[in-house]
């Protein structure tokens, strides 16, 4: 942990690449950061970055800048899972660290639902805006499904310590080809441990809601004329005549087991648009990355190539 307080340069190269109020001097100062290498968090910095916000407060380019940040600490096919993932929020790599850590502070306090606390990077008094869509996109990356992060009542910007943030899902889902990562590579012994169970819950809740209408399967024997009114809208034409009770609801459990194997089906097909716009999110911003550099080296290349035809030119002229 970090005895100072410092921010990755990626937020800057990242910023340089997808800020849209950014000057042209600003841009290339920005991408002449360096992505590996932390810098001290300042009152300039703080003060350059609020005004950054206000110009376009509605750009997300800071939320996804923190998220890239934050993700890239994450090896290639993981996740952390939602819950570790606001266990060890605090703890975990982020685009700000200072002594005690992060500045965040999550705790769960029932299925699908916790509070969040931020109070890093101080002096940038909105940076609310850009925390609560990092929280979003990191609670997605970590298989959380219908996330809703809401502001709380304590907010820096209108004098509190904190920013405080209310956050809420409806499940969790694994993302695909990817494996839960073991939060002690990360972290080593540090890692907070997380009661079992406090997710699954909510995510088996669907699955339950077919199955109350199966009784009337076995019910129908005994209540006919009730279960040929039920069959009727649902099958509709398609049903021969002289079927029994006992064949119209086979043929409409089918019915109802197929559209849940879709509904599954546009549930993984959702997922999978999400984590793509992740990863497309981060590859844009890597490929952006490395072209500011290129841009820069080969700016550096004219100069050096400049000078040096000045100097030939001085000795020719002095000769």
Not at 53 to 69: E, H, I, K, L, N
Not at 162 to 190: H, I, K, Q, Y
Not at 256 to 273: C, T
Request: glycine share 6%.
């Amino acid at each position: 942990m970090s005895t100072t307080q410092e921010i990755s340069g990626k937020v800057f190269r990242f910023l340089s690449a997808m800020h849209p109020s950014l000057s042209k001097s600003e841009r290339k100062r920005y991408a002449g950061f360096d992505p590996d290498k932390w810098y001290p968090w300042t009152p300039e910095v703080s003060s350059e970055f609020t005004d950054l916000m206000r110009r376009s407060p509605r750009d997300t380019s800071f939320a996804r800048g923190f998220t890239y940040v934050a993700q890239r600490a994450v090896p290639e096919g993981r996740y952390i899972p939602t819950t570790d993932l606001l266990a060890n929020l605090g703890r975990l790599p982020s685009a700000f660290r200072g002594p005690e850590g992060s500045g965040y502070q999550a705790t769960v306090d029932g299925p699908g639902h916790a509070r969040v606390v931020y109070s890093g990077m101080p002096g940038f008094s909105n940076v609310c805006i850009a925390i609560q869509g990092e929280l979003t996109q990191r609670l997605q990356a970590s298989g959380a499904q219908g996330v809703v992060v809401k502001h709380g009542s304590a907010c820096r910007v209108n004098g509190s310590d904190v920013c405080e943030f209310e956050v809420e899902w409806s499940g969790e889902t694994p993302p695909p080809d990817a494996e839960p990562l073991d939060l002690r590579e990360l972290l080593g012994d540090e890692v907070e441990t997380v009661e079992p169970a406090v997710t699954p819950e909510p995510a088996a809740e669907p699955a339950q809601a077919p199955e109350k209408k199966a009784p009337p399967e076995t019910a129908a024997p005994s209540t006919p004329p009730a279960a040929e009114t039920q069959a009727e809208p649902s099958v509709g034409d398609q049903l021969s005549e002289g079927q029994s009770s006992e064949d119209l609801f086979v043929q409409l459990r089918k019915r109802l087991a197929e559209a849940d194997r879709h509904a599954q089906l546009y549930r993984d097909a959702q997922q999978e648009i999400d984590r793509l716009k992740v990863e497309l999110s981060r590859l844009r911003a890597q490929a952006q990355a490395d072209i500011a550099q290129a841009e820069k080296e080969r700016d550096e290349a004219r100069e050096a190539l400049a000078t040096l035809k000045d100097r030939i030119r001085t000795i020719v002229s002095d000769d």
